[in-house]
């Protein structure tokens, strides 16, 4: 139940500045474009000159790698006590075909209730809640201890650059709590899948279309390792089942190239690679040591029997399954503030992949509730959307469990 100093607090919400924060990150064309060079740093500048403006501070800004950025901002209340890092990221997937969208995917427009554009769930949304987030909890002049820490990083959607080189700048060491502000519907997501990525490249000889038998053909060999690798991912369901909050493991061909770039593809020209990008997510009792084992010995039986099966696995990320307990000081706080705002009991469940809290949690041990707006199922695809009242009870949740959590409620 909401005590005077509570109601007061959520009364510094303000929901046009929210919703139009939203609709200006969303406007910024934050994909990663190397045929371009456009990056994350549009947004990172936006955001930056945010927090000079409204908040009255200077964020320290890190370069990663060239022309790709993050912003750390530490608020320290001079009292002693837990430290909770509000973390997003700035980079979004690409849009696709332009012409599959209802809605501009950089227009922001609103309609039925809702805020559409790439990113606007995954995770501008995230972002504007955790800025105001902040800026209401300085404005309503609340007192709280320890400290806050916004973390907004770059390359999430990629190899996860940004929250390791948080981790290797030290900043991330003091940290007794995170809110992951991606999109769970304002779900308590308690546990993340891991991810194996890799890069699966068959060696084959070019030829002529005409005269294939003077060649080697690496399509043949990749067609085999989907199908035995589908069969892998058949094995591991039967074995792990279906985990309570993570859903069922995966194995998925996300990419094909035949041949790579730079060179063209041409009807008549038999290739002499072909790449496959890989893209592995585990659940709860499932090894990684053990899938890459399993994964070579497939590719060993599949060139058994074939002189000319060259195949090379390189592994791009080793991401673990990380979880936590309900009773965490961090999940109890969110918990009981979701109940006394909606009157409802939280609802729990997983992550179904990998977010920058799960480097947070392996490497530093960092309890990271993954609890932000929008659809579970809509990043990544065309016509994504958050919902405004959705946003807006993402703000009271956050902004109160945050005070809470500051207070030491739990």
């Known amino acids: 139940m909401l005590n005077e100093i509570e109601e007061r607090l ?18 910024i064309d934050s994909v990663i474009r190397p045929e371009t060079a456009n990056t994350e740093s549009g947004a990172v500048k936006f955001i930056a000159d ?4 409204e908040l009255k501070m200077e964020p320290l800004v890190e370069e990663v790698v060239p022309g790709r950025e993050n912003i750390i901002l530490t608020i320290d209340s001079g009292k002693p006590g837990r430290t909770l890092m509000f973390e997003g990221h700035t980079d979004v997937v690409s849009e696709g075909d332009r012409s599959l969208w209802n809605h501009d995917p950089f227009g922001a427009d609103i309609e039925d209730g809702k805020i559409y554009g790439r990113g606007s769930c995954d995770m501008k949304a995230g972002l504007a809640l955790n800025l105001l987030t902040v800026k209401a909890l300085l404005k309503s002049r609340e007192e709280f201890k320890g400290q806050i820490i916004l973390g907004i990083l770059c390359d999430e959607e990629d190899l996860m650059l940004g929250v390791q080189h948080f981790i290797e700048q030290g900043h991330a060491d003091n940290v007794d709590a995170c809110l992951v502000s991606e999109p769970e519907e304002n779900q308590l997501c308690i546990s993340m899948k891991g991810a194996l990525r890799i890069k699966l490249t068959v060696h084959g000889k070019m030829a002529h279309g005409a005269m294939p038998l003077t060649g080697i053909n690496p399509n043949i060999r990749l067609a085999r390792i989907i199908i035995a690798f ?75 029997d074939d002189p000319d099966f060259n195949v090379k696995l390189e592994y791009l990320a080793d991401k673990p399954v990380v979880s936590m307990e309900k009773d965490e000081p961090i999940v109890l706080t969110a918990a009981a503030v979701y109940r006394d705002i909606t009157g409802k009991e939280a609802v729990y469940n997983g992550v179904p992949g990998a977010t920058d809290g799960t480097y947070l949690r392996d490497l530093k041990g960092i309890p990271c509730l993954v609890n932000g707006p929008g659809p579970r199922h809509m990043p990544h695809q065309t016509d994504e959307y958050v919902e405004i009242d959705e946003l807006i009870e993402a703000a009271k949740l956050y902004l109160l469990t945050s005070y809470r959590y500051l207070r030491g409620d739990h």
């Not at 959520?10 to 406007?27: A, K, W, Y």
């Not at 945010?50 to 403006?53: L, S």
């Open 230 to 304: 589908e069969g892998f991912e058949k094995n591991q369901k039967e074995l792990f089942g279906k985990d309570e909050y993570l859903g069922w493991p995966s194995v998925t061909f996300t990419v094909i190239q035949s041949p790579p770039p730079p060179e063209p593809p041409q009807l008549n020209v038999m290739p002499g690679e072909s790449v496959a990008y890989i893209d592995i997510r585990t659940i709860s009792g499932q090894n990684h040591i053990e899938i890459k084992e399993a994964l070579g010995n497939i590719l060993k039986e599949l060139g058994s």
């Open 50 to 53: 945010w927090i000079r403006k």
């Open 10 to 27: 959520l009364s510094f919400i303000d929901e046009n500045e929210l919703i139009e924060l939203t609709q200006d990150l969303v406007r």
